[in-house]
């Protein structure tokens, strides 16, 4: 599919602008003729956001709701003082961490082809608020509801040139709204399971409007931009760039040595398998399996990184392991110079792509339920063949690996004696485990650009004035 590098719908209602004119102001005329928002969607955002704070259980997200709330005014406050009319601004938007490492790789590839430019982030999720910080943008924040009149508040403060939605967190009422006043928008990263709820009704007909204000699409895949064309965005809008992921995962890992600031002492990586991003279901998988392994295999170990490293989580953990008969779990923040434990748990958050190289397998949780697999970039980028649960939940990375040799996928009711089996031969023939790896990172490298491809179709939109 080819790209659209000209709004075709939106260029040609307006009579007589050729491709690179100055964008026209946000007239009556073209505001009709632009993608609206229905009244339901709207009525339904409106009535639905003082209901939020029933439906919230702790501290921690009752604190985003707040954020939430207030980021019209503290953007305002940041542009009153900092907004620099005479530079573009460019205003990326990612709901969480793994969508941000996406928008983090094209934010870098666009900044290098055009640093002159203001840079706004947002997200969505708490888990965010660290990893937002650490892209020193020219301001990052919670994005607001997708209200009225918050959405015009954020727009009028921020007077954005670009606004980029990353994978597939767009936001209707923002993108048909930033259309109106002649703002180019775009999707980085785009992706659409065939499981999302967007491709169903009544989900698809709300936000079909914001797919059809889009300038630009860059797909994952082909079967992302057929999605998305489904979606509502024209065809003519929509590139098949690649996952810029794939691209923030070798940077990481080209910069890091796998115990970089991380005070891990010295042992041997070979009979070690690092498990992240886990869940209880996945934690008893790998506990089970280790139980198993080290009858044969008494050096082998494990490090897990659970999603959630809450007091709560660790000690159900501890718990875990020591009804296995499994010796205690020493937490990540612990260690020492002394006798290496068997089981490390980590309880520090921001570690577990650098934590994948101190091991010579991978198991990535959230393949035992609703959860979603979550990502298995990392350790392919770091040449560890890496184990999943069952469900994949259509995922193309995983897919990506298992058709290299390079992922090996557990099955319900034999997950243990599987990942136990795989693991003892692994640890009997390291050789094995190193072509897998390999293969894996064979993978990622053929993936390679998309960050560069999608900076530069960036880079032709914001200049197609």
């Known amino acids: 599919m080819g790209a659209a590098m000209g709004r075709r719908g939106r260029k040609d209602m307006v009579k007589g602008r050729s491709a690179g004119s100055p964008k026209p ?68 938007h990612a709901p969480s961490v793994g969508e941000g490492l996406q928008a983090r790789a094209v934010i870098d590839a666009l900044r290098a082809v055009r640093p002159d430019v203001q840079l706004v982030y947002t997200h969505f999720s708490p888990s965010a608020e660290s990893f937002a910080a650490s892209l020193a943008a020219d301001w990052d924040g919670y994005l607001c509801y997708d209200r009225t009149d918050d959405v015009e508040r954020m727009l009028t403060a921020a007077a954005p040139d670009l606004l980029v939605f990353t994978k597939l967190d767009l936001w209707p009422e923002l993108a048909t709204r930033a259309a109106a006043r002649g703002t180019r928008l775009a999707m980085a990263a785009a992706t659409v399971s065939a499981a999302s709820g967007r491709l169903k009704w009544p989900a698809r007909q709300l936000v079909t409007p914001g797919y059809a204000a889009l300038d630009l699409a860059m797909a994952v895949a082909a079967v992302d931009a057929e999605r998305l064309e489904y979606l509502g965005c024209p065809r003519d809008r929509i590139a098949v760039t690649g996952d810029p992921r794939v691209d923030s995962v070798l940077q990481v890992v080209a910069a890091a040595t796998p115990t970089d600031d991380l005070a891990l002492p010295a042992f041997d990586p070979a009979v070690t398998l690092v ?101 298995v970039l990392e350790p ?86």
Do not use: C
């Open 275 to 375: 498990a992240g991003s886990t869940w209880p279901e996945d934690e008893a998988i790998v506990l089970a399996a280790l139980a198993r392994v080290r009858r044969r295999h008494p050096g082998a170990r494990l490090i897990v990184a659970p999603h959630e490293p809450t007091a709560i989580h660790l000690h159900a953990i501890d718990a875990a392991a020591r009804r296995l008969g499994l010796p205690d779990p020493v937490r990540f923040s612990a260690l020492g110079r002394g006798a290496i434990p068997a089981v490390i748990t980590v309880d520090r958050t921001g570690v577990l792509a650098r934590l994948y190289g101190s091991g010579a397998l991978a198991y990535v949780g959230g393949g035992w339920g609703r959860k979603g697999i979550h990502s």
């Open 380 to 465: 392919a980028a770091w040449g560890r063949p890496v184990v999943i649960g069952p469900i994949d939940r259509d995922n193309r990375d995983v897919q990506m690996l298992e058709l290299r040799g390079a992922l090996l996928r557990l099955s319900e009711p034999d997950g243990v004696p599987q990942l136990a089996e795989a693991w003892g031969a692994w640890l009997d023939h390291p050789a094995d485990a190193l072509v897998a790896g390999a293969a894996g990172r064979a993978a990622l490298e053929a993936e390679r650009g998309a960050a560069t491809r999608s900076a530069e179709m960036l880079k032709q939109l914001l200049e197609r004035r």
């Open 25 to 92: 102001k946000a007239g009556l005329g073209l505001a009709l003729s632009m993608p609206r928002t229905s009244v339901l969607y709207r009525a339904f955002a409106a009535t639905s956001v003082p209901l939020v704070p029933l439906l919230i259980r702790d501290a921690r997200h009752r604190a985003a709701h707040r954020a939430r709330l207030a980021a019209p005014a503290d953007l305002a406050r940041w542009a009153r003082v900092h907004r620099d009319p005479t530079r573009p601004l460019v205003w990326f």
